[in-house]
């Protein structure tokens, strides 16, 4: 019995000593020529946490407030903490839209400098409709997508094309084209590539078209036209942003 309190006493030390840390202020490290090799040590005004060196400096192991956070806050409001740790509550109202996927709020001191917030968390439609052995050939809308409720508001950015196996044309052009009710609209992202080299293609992007539930999204493909020509398989992604 005396051995084994001896053994939880000796345990206890042992815990005590690895999780002790020696308190100093920020202004001591840099100078700090005295500390033990293997102890920690926290700075009681940065909460920063070091590291002894068989030297005697200290080594920077931890910072807490090296994170950036932006919550929502379910009531209108999102807050925003910087490095510094410092909060900033924003109405969503009053949020400026950039219209680049970005939004401004001037900072808690009501002062000119801002701070950008990316809100843009975009979406996909991934458009599959070839199989891999199927000739990729001129289409007049066959691939279609039927826009869901959760795309609805989103804009239209940019498309991404690929085949699976090369051919002999050295064109393939796809533009997608948005339907909704009898009406046609292009969404100005055309993928042209030469498929007999390139295995994917991409547009330009920013096309910004509206979608609403219930669009359908066509793929027209003007070339190639013959068999011998076409490649095989292909997918399409399009990219989407609010």
Do not use: W
């Amino acid at each position: 019995m005396k051995y084994g309190f001896a053994l939880s006493i000796i345990s206890i030390c042992c815990t005590c000593l690895l999780n002790a840390q020696i308190r100093i202020t920020s202004s001591d490290v840099s100078g700090y020529n005295s500390a033990s090799d293997g102890d920690f040590y926290i700075t009681t005004d940065t909460d920063e946490l070091y590291v002894g060196l068989e030297t005697g400096s200290l080594r920077k192991i931890s910072s807490p407030n090296e994170i950036t956070t932006l919550s929502d806050n379910n009531d209108g409001t999102i807050t925003y903490k910087n490095e510094s740790n410092t909060s900033s509550t924003i109405t969503k109202s009053s949020l400026t839209d950039n219209t680049d996927g970005t939004y401004t709020f001037s900072n808690a001191t009501g002062t000119s400098d801002d701070v950008q917030l990316n809100l843009n968390f975009p979406k996909y439609i991934s458009i599959n409709e070839y199989v891999r052995n199927e000739p990729v050939l001129e289409q007049a809308g066959r691939i279609m997508f039927s826009v869901h409720n959760e795309f609805a508001g989103y804009k239209t950015d940019k498309m991404i094309c690929s085949i699976y196996k090369l051919g002999n044309s050295t064109s393939l052009t796809i533009t997608p084209v948005l339907r909704r009710g009898n009406v046609d609209t292009s969404i100005s992202e055309s993928v042209s590539f030469n498929p007999s080299t390139l295995y994917s293609g991409s547009s330009s992007g920013g096309s910004g078209t509206i979608l609403q539930a219930g669009d359908i999204i066509l793929l027209n493909i003007t070339t190639p036209t013959s068999f011998s020509d076409a490649a095989e398989g292909l997918t399409c992604t399009i990219k989407l942003f609010k």
